[in-house]
T-cell receptor, first 113, second 112 residues
Framework: EPEVTQTPSHQVTQMGQEVILRCVPI?????FYWYRQILGQKVEFLVS????????KSEIFDDQFSVERPDGSNFTLKIRSTKLEDSAMYFC???????????FGSGTQLSVL | GDSVTQMEGPVTLSEEAFLTINCTYT??????LFWYVQYPGEGLQLLLK?????DKGSNKGFEATYRKETTSFHLEKGSVQVSDSAVYFC???????????FGKGTRLSVIA
């Protein structure tokens, strides 16, 4: 079965640094998402992306966050100046259509020190 | 807003034991309900879903019934295997492209 691929699997950064989390969605998918899970808490929606623009975002997704689909295959999440509370597992997801099955990547564990 | 509450883990069972993981939800409309599973080192995978009241989702021996009267979607399996060890997430979505709302996840460990 096709997979959503996320890299790196673990990322450690210093507070205040910029990080870019990378995702390669399934090739014919059109809808893209980022979720995150802080340790011990719920998986939370961050942002959805369709037709080269953000279609919805949560209140977590503030000005420090941005997403980009730079080349038609990658889908990236950038955190401009990381905070300790950004430490979490970040999941990318994609699907071919809004009503179809959502496929998740295995996640990037971000640790902000 | 919408929310999902599922039983705290971890849950440890012996092989062939009966499994129940409780999930209740709060929603303004009539959501679709889902169970996702995350095996070690992998992404979340859709395990089963139900889109309306009294629907039963089933897959790989797991079942869950959409109970509107109790706002619940409990996951059950009659006889668990070691390979079922994973984290299970209950989730809802109000409509097609509405973001999923997840519970915290319940870690299941099955021992031989």
């Amino acid at each position: 079965e096709p997979e959503v691929t996320q890299t790196p699997s673990h990322q450690v950064t210093q507070m205040g640094q910029e990080v870019i989390l990378r995702c390669v969605p399934i090739s014919n998918h059109l809808y893209f998402y980022w979720y995150r899970q802080i340790l011990g808490q719920k998986v939370e929606f961050l942002v959805s992306f369709y037709n080269n623009e953000i279609s919805e975002k949560s209140e977590i997704f503030d000005d420090q966050f941005s997403v980009e689909r730079p080349d038609g295959s990658n889908f990236t999440l950038k955190i401009r100046s990381t905070k300790l509370e950004d430490s979490a597992m970040y999941f990318c997801a994609s699907r071919i259509d809004a009503n179809e099955k959502l496929f998740f990547g295995s996640g990037t564990q971000l640790s902000v020190l | 807003g919408d929310s999902v509450t599922q039983m705290e883990g971890p849950v440890t069972l012996s092989e062939e034991a009966f499994l129940t993981i409780n999930c209740t939800y709060t929603a303004t409309g009539y959501p679709s309900l889902f169970w996702y599973v995350q095996y070690p080192g992998e992404g979340l995978q859709l395990l089963l879903k139900a889109t309306k009241a009294d629907d039963k989702g089933s897959n790989k021996g797991f079942e869950a019934t959409y109970r509107k009267e109790t706002t619940s979607f409990h996951l059950e399996k009659g006889s668990v295997q070691v390979s079922d060890s994973a984290v299970y997430f209950c989730a809802l979505s109000e409509s097609g492209n509405t973001p999923l709302v997840f519970g915290k996840g319940t870690r299941l460990s099955v021992i031989a």
